[in-house]
T-cell receptor, first 112, second 117 residues
Framework: SQKIEQNSEALNIQEGKTATLTCNYT??????LQWYRQDPGRGPVFLLL?????KEKRKERLKVTFDTTLKQSLFHITASQPADSATYLC???????????FGTGTRLTVIP | GAVVSQHPSRVICKSGTSVKIECRSL??????MFWYRQFPKQSLMLMAT?????????EQGVEKDKFLINHASLTLSTLTVTSAHPEDSSFYIC?????????????FGPGTRLLVL
């Protein structure tokens, strides 16, 4: 069955360092992959979308890579700040369906 | 980016009552909206896909008679939890899809916290 795994439930890093979050998937051939940020008690906020034919996408301090051979996406936050603390979700379009399938998320804490 | 609103943000009700949650796309037209449910420390679980002017498509295990969805216009979808019970207490989130240059993006509402006593 189709599966998405975000390998760390929680990740703590020091302010200023680069946070790297991982999303692995199996039994999928997604056309694109998305990353979202979710704060407690709030809905997810869209951050970045990367298509299957793109290797890397950047937006300000964010960088996403997409390796369809490894079936993996990496999400990087450079020069991390305490305000970056949140849960980050990766999501894939479900095969043959018009909707997204979400990973369980990684809760990032940036320590001042 | 696109804005999706939800109302109410929080509701407490007695067991057996029905609760309606509204989801609106404020600055774009959404032919498709989605309803998710999220339990504490878990990911979003898709409940149903709502298409404007037609019946919603429910995910396996979601009772369509209990979770009534109406998508009457391109900017409004409603979810009614009928005869709510304590186990229906959860965080309900709607989202709407908007097509941009890079492909489909999904924008989420702020969520509705439902507590059934």
């Amino acid at each position: 069955s189709q599966k998405i795994e975000q390998n760390s439930e929680a990740l703590n890093i020091q302010e200023g360092k680069t946070a790297t979050l991982t999303c692995n998937y199996t039994n999928y051939s997604p056309a694109y992959l998305q990353w979202y940020r979710q704060d407690p008690g709030r809905g997810p906020v869209f951050l970045l979308l990367i298509r299957e034919n793109e290797k890397e996408k950047r937006k300000e301090r964010l960088k996403v890579t997409f390796d369809t051979t490894l079936k993996q996406s990496l999400f990087h936050i450079t020069a991390s700040q305490p305000a970056d603390s949140a849960t980050y979700l990766c999501a894939l379009d479900r095969t043959g369906a018009n909707n997204l399938f979400f990973g369980t998320g990684t809760r990032l804490t940036v320590i001042p | 980016g696109a804005v999706v609103s939800q109302h109410p943000s929080r509701v407490i009700c007695k067991s057996g009552t029905s609760v309606k949650i509204e989801c609106r796309s404020l600055d774009f037209q959404a032919t498709t909206m989605f309803w998710y449910r999220q339990f504490p420390k878990q990911s979003l679980m898709l409940m149903a896909t709502s298409n404007e002017g037609s019946k919603a498509t429910y995910e396996q295990g979601v009772e369509k008679d209990k979770f009534l969805i109406n998508h009457a216009s391109l900017t409004l979808s409603t979810l009614t939890v009928t005869s709510a019970h304590p186990e229906d207490s959860s965080f309900y989130i709607c989202s709407a899809r908007d097509r941009g240059l890079a492909g489909w993006s999904q924008y989420f509402g702020p969520g509705t916290r439902l507590l059934v006593l």
